[in-house]
Every structure is written in structure tokens, then in C-alpha cells.
């Protein structure tokens, strides 16, 4: 059907593909969530104080989280094949790649959790102030809790960036269902093998932002 040949594909392999993008996706969403979480924060507490050296930790932090922004990951990938190296020993495969997927989400992270903070009724932080609570108080008990529909919101849609960033990594020997997609489908021209990797990453950014989506609904105060 639609010239695809079934025998081409080996289903081993793609679940092979499928379990190393599944940990690359699990892995770098966990640490991008340690990461980044803190990093908005910090770039949201830091951006309101009137202090001359506060505000200049908030420019540097916001001047290298614009720069980790801007590479393409491609590019950031193989820029950071030295420091992956030590960091985990290798460049390639599913260790190697999980430090450029945390490297090029835990910023764009750590903007959503800023942009989420600062939506929060500034008439409740102002009350949890009039009330004598710390900042760590403020952040744990108000900031938080009163953000966090944004904040899952936005994790959602940085575990789907991260799905086309596994996929993307096939280009360098990232591994998973990118790389099987890449090695069969463009360089071998079995596109069946390259047809069923894109709907194994359809289905898995539907199941991503279902999830999101119930979680979001669950955590909006009506």
C-alpha cells in the first residue's frame, strides 16, 4: 500500500530506536526541569529587585540564557562535544546526547517558568509580603502554586521541543528512532523504515501533550 515495503523494516531495531529516544526524552526532561526550574526563578526574583547588583546578575544570567537560546541544536550539539565527553565520556549515543538536549531546553525552560511568575497577581505576593513571609516562602507557597498550570503548560511544550531535538541528534550519532530514521530512510532510500519512525514520534508528541493538557486542567483553579 502506497509503495511501502514492510519487509524492509526491522522491528527490533525500531524498538531498539524506540526505548533509546524514550530514555534520551526522559532523561533530558528530568534534568531540564532541575535545571531550568531554578534558572526562571532566579532570572524572576533577580528581575524585580531594585538593587544595582542584583539587576546585574539578572542581565548576565539573561544575556547567556538568550546565547543557549540562539544556537541551533545541531550546532550546539557538536560545539559542546568536548564538554560532553567529560561530563558523561562519550559524544554519541543516548549518554551523549542528553547534555545538549538539557544544555538547549533548560533555558528556554528556565523563560517559561520566568514569563509564568510574573503572571501571578502581584495583589498575592504583595499579602504573602504584608504577612511577613520569606522569600523562599513566597516562592514555595505563592509563586509556585499560584504559576504552576503555566508551568506544566510549558513543560509540555519543552518535552515535545526535546522529541524533535532526539530526533534531530540522529545527524551525529545521536541514536534513536532520528538516527534510524536518517541511516535507513535517507541514506538506504527504505522510506517505510523512515514513515514508521515519524509516526512512532507523532504518536508519542499526542500522547506528550495529552498528558500536559490533563494535568494543566486539573491544577487551573476554576
Known amino acids: 500500500?502506497?509503495?511501502l515495503d514492510w519487509n524492509e523494516i526491522s522491528w527490533s531495531e525500531v524498538?531498539?530506536?524506540s526505548?533509546?529516544?524514550?530514555?534520551?526524552l526522559g532523561f533530558s526532561v528530568l534534568f531540564t526541569f532541575i535545571l531550568g526550574l531554578p534558572l526562571?526563578?532566579?532570572?524572576f526574583m533577580t528581575g524585580r529587585s531594585k538593587s544595582m547588583w542584583v539587576q546585574a546578575i539578572h542581565n548576565v544570567l539573561s544575556v547567556i540564557v538568550n546565547i543557549l537560546r540562539s544556537v541551533p541544536f545541531i550546532i550546539l550539539m557538536i560545539a559542546i562535544i568536548p564538554l560532553t565527553k567529560i561530563l558523561v565520556g562519550t559524544s554519541i549515543g543516548?549518554?551523549?546526547t542528553i547534555p545538549a538536549l538539557v544544555?538547549?531546553?533548560?533555558?528556554?525552560?528556565?523563560?517559561i517558568v520566568e514569563t509564568s511568575l510574573r503572571e501571578v497577581d502581584r495583589g498575592v505576593i504583595e499579602a504573602a509580603q504584608a504577612m511577613g513571609a520569606s522569600t523562599w516562602q513566597i516562592v514555595r507557597k505563592v509563586l509556585l502554586p499560584e504559576s504552576m498550570p503555566g508551568l506544566i503548560a510549558g513543560l509540555t511544550i519543552t518535552a515535545v521541543t526535546l522529541v524533535s531535538y532526539t530526533a534531530m541528534s540522529g545527524f551525529v550519532g545521536g541514536g534513536g528512532l532520528g538516527d534510524l530514521a536518517i541511516r535507513?530512510?535517507?541514506?538506504?532510500?527504505?522510506?517505510?523504515?523512515?514513515?514508521?519512525a515519524i509516526v512512532i514520534l507523532v504518536i508519542l508528541v499526542q500522547i506528550l501533550q495529552w498528558i500536559g493538557d490533563a494535568f494543566v486542567k486539573r491544577y487551573t483553579r476554576k
Open 40 to 43: 526562571g526563578v532566579v532570572l
Open 184 to 196: 535507513y530512510g535517507y541514506q538506504r532510500y527504505e522510506f517505510t523504515v523512515m514513515i514508521v
Open 19 to 24: 526505548i533509546d529516544t524514550l530514555s534520551m
Open 94 to 96: 543516548v549518554k551523549g
Open 103 to 111: 544544555l538547549a531546553a533548560a533555558p528556554f525552560f528556565a523563560r
Open 15 to 17: 524498538s531498539t530506536a
Open 1 to 3: 500500500m502506497f509503495g
